[in-house]
T-cell receptor, first 115, second 113 residues
Framework: AQTVTQSQPEMSVQEAETVTLSCTYD???????LFWYKQPPSRQMILVIR??????QNATENRFSVNFQKAAKSFSLKISDSQLGDTAMYFC????????????FGQGTRLTINP | IAGITQAPTSQILAAGRRMTLRCTQD?????MYWYRQDLGLGLRLIHY???????GKGEVPDGYSVSRANTDDFPLTLASAVPSQTSVYFC????????????FGQGTRLTVV
């Protein structure tokens, strides 16, 4: 069974700093997708970035980038030039493309950006 | 309807009562999911469906049942609610086997007393 682990329950940084959120996962599948979602206090779930396992190049979306290490089953999110609006819960998620295709989430990291 | 809609938004339920949380999407997504969100535990998968007519169990299926009679609807039923089922419930959908993002409903806050 696939599992996703986020080992940092909470993080806090100053505005404009860079912060990295950790995520590890476990799977026996060779191809799959990984996601980072943001959940602000509104409870809305917002896609931040996605990565396909077969693509070696790390995904980037503006100030958000990932460090995807397939062999280590690691998928960290780096937020550069952090902004107050980045304050939210961040969830790492995994979905395989074969079999059951369960979309599985980690425990979440609560990120606070301080002014 | 635009996207995915859950109802009700919140509910207080007496223990032992039966409750169905509704979820409807108009995006013709094949895959649909139900999660519960609890502090420190993240989003845990309750049940899922990859296509109409099929369902599967997630991480925490006990006490919950689902059905997928058509593409659009994916109701979650608590047959006899217990206080440990107090949580925020999210429904989500995504387009089948591609690496597309999941779209989420606004959540249902359920309190079992």
């Amino acid at each position: 069974a696939q599992t996703v682990t986020q080992s940092q329950p909470e993080m806090s940084v100053q505005e404009a700093e860079t912060v990295t959120l950790s995520c590890t996962y476990d799977t026996s599948e060779s191809n799959y997708y990984l996601f980072w979602y943001k959940q602000p206090p509104s409870r809305q779930m917002i896609l931040v970035i996605r990565q396909e396992a077969y693509k070696q190049q790390n995904a980037t979306e503006n100030r958000f980038s990932v460090n995807f290490q397939k062999a280590a089953k690691s998928f960290s999110l780096k937020i550069s030039d952090s902004q107050l609006g980045d304050t939210a819960m961040y969830f790492c998620a995994f979905v395989g493309i074969q079999g059951a295709q369960k979309l599985v989430f980690g425990q979440g990291t609560r990120l606070t950006i301080n002014p | 309807i635009a996207g995915i809609t859950q109802a009700p938004t919140s509910q207080i339920l007496a223990a032992g009562r039966r409750m169905t949380l509704r979820c409807t999407q108009d995006m013709r997504h094949n895959a649909m999911y139900w999660y519960r969100q609890d502090l420190g535990l993240g989003l845990r998968l309750i049940h899922y469906s990859n296509t109409a007519g099929t369902t599967g169990k997630g991480e925490v299926p006990d006490g919950y049942s689902v059905s997928r009679a058509n593409t659009d609807d994916f109701p979650l039923t608590l047959a006899s609610a217990v206080p440990s089922q107090t949580s925020v419930y999210f429904c989500a959908s995504r387009k089948d086997r591609e690496g597309t993002e999941a779209f989420f409903g606004q959540g249902t806050r359920l309190t079992v007393v």
